[in-house]
């Protein structure tokens, strides 16, 4: 597993990133204090606080090179 702080804070952001992480066969999950929320499900991503980064999980054993080239616009420090 891999972790990383995403920033979502546009309804376009959210789209586009749901649409490129359902390519992928790994599990993402979203957490944003004491809730974690399945990345590829976008009602759930509208259920937190998106003003301020969030942590994503990244449960992906191959293909990590290409899940965090593809998730690069998201990616904050």
Do not use: W
Not at 4 to 9: D, H, P, Q
Not at 54 to 73: F, G, K, R, V, Y
């Amino acid at each position: 597993m891999k972790t990383i702080k995403i920033c979502l804070n546009s309804i376009e952001k959210v789209k586009s990133f749901v649409n490129d992480i359902t390519r992928f066969d790994a599990d993402f999950d979203l957490v944003s204090g004491r809730y974690v929320i399945d990345a590829k499900s976008i009602m759930g991503i509208f259920s937190l606080d998106l003003s301020k980064p969030i942590d994503l999980n990244i449960h992906a054993q191959e293909e990590m090179d290409t899940i965090l080239t593809t998730l690069q616009p998201y990616i904050v420090d």
